[in-house]
């Protein structure tokens, strides 16, 4: 049977497959040198071509089966350490798809029936093309899982919540004000409005270059969602464009404090907690300052 060929073939072969194979993927400008040095890469050749040795044992070609689980297990690991190395997708694939040639080589030699030699090769090449379209399945899921943990870590940063005094917090703005970030927005500050007990919080849009219907939004639920936690909000950075265009929308914020600037925003909220700030009194001049004044 084909299975059984193989799975010889695999086994009495292993040793000369992966000599051949390890020095394909030293000389492939996929080996990626100044990513992973070579014990590294003979190490995961090794490991590969023997989990798949392995597997053909069972006499199982479908690489979804169970008998191949190992093999993917181990392809996993591998497209996710590649991934976060800096790895392209393809010359991770190419990391499977390079067993080919020395497999086919010792199907050539050792065949004795040259009608099966184009059945096994396609055996093998289904094979390893299941097993490389895998890696970058896996390759790919990693990726996008670091870009969303990097734009989450992002979001998170952008979004710092300052104690401007004892009971006043203000959240500076920058950027666009979309739904995900709403989010960010709304947790950091309720948290943080738990965790200090404030009871004012200035939300600065200085840097939010543009105030849509949708923003307004935004900004209504955050402003909602601190009152609910017992802490009132005001909106600062109001300039006369984004003025202009909040009466043009029609956005309804007489409900909300608004103030031009965070200073004068940060005015009103410490007149509402009952302080002010005025100019230090002016020193007197002593004896030695009229002295020098007078040199």
């Not at 193989?6 to 292993?14: G, K, N, S, V, W």
């Not at 909106?235 to 600037?261: C, E, F, M, W, Y």
């Amino acid at each position: 049977m084909r299975q059984t060929r193989l799975a010889d073939l695999f086994r009495e072969q292993h040793d000369v497959i992966l000599a051949d194979w390890i020095k394909a993927l030293s000389d492939s400008t996929a080996a990626r040198r100044d990513l992973i040095g070579d014990a590294d890469l003979q190490r995961q050749a090794r490991d590969f071509l023997g989990a798949v040795t392995r597997a053909m044992t069972s006499g199982e070609l479908d690489v979804n089966a169970i008998a191949w689980d190992p093999v993917r297990e181990l392809l996993a690991r591998l497209s996710r350490s590649r991934a976060l190395q800096g790895f392209k997708p393809s010359e991770t694939a190419t990391f499977v798809f390079s067993l080919k040639e020395p497999v086919f080589t010792q199907i050539r030699r050792t065949s004795t029936q040259s009608d099966t030699v184009g059945d096994d090769m396609w055996a093998v090449t289904t094979l390893l093309d299941g097993l490389g379209l895998y890696t970058t399945e896996v390759f790919q899921k990693t990726r996008e899982e670091v870009i969303a943990r990097q734009q989450q870590e992002m979001l998170e940063l952008s979004t710092p919540v300052v104690t401007l005094w004892q009971g006043v917090l203000a959240l500076p703005l920058i950027g666009t004000l979309d739904s995900a970030r709403t989010q960010v927005v709304m947790e950091n500050l309720l948290q943080r409005i738990v965790d200090t007990g404030s009871m004012i919080a200035i939300l600065d849009i200085t840097g939010v270059p543009t105030v849509d219907t949708l923003v307004a939004q935004h900004l209504l639920k955050t402003v909602a969602a601190a009152r609910l936690m017992g802490a009132d909000c005001i909106i600062s950075g109001i300039r006369p464009q984004i003025a202009q265009t909040i009466v043009h929308l029609g956005v309804d914020l007489n409900s909300v404090t608004t103030k031009a600037t965070l200073a004068d925003a940060f005015a009103v909220a410490l007149s509402r907690a009952g302080l002010s700030v005025a100019p230090a009194a002016a020193k007197p001049a002593g004896p030695s300052d009229s002295a020098v004044a007078a040199h």
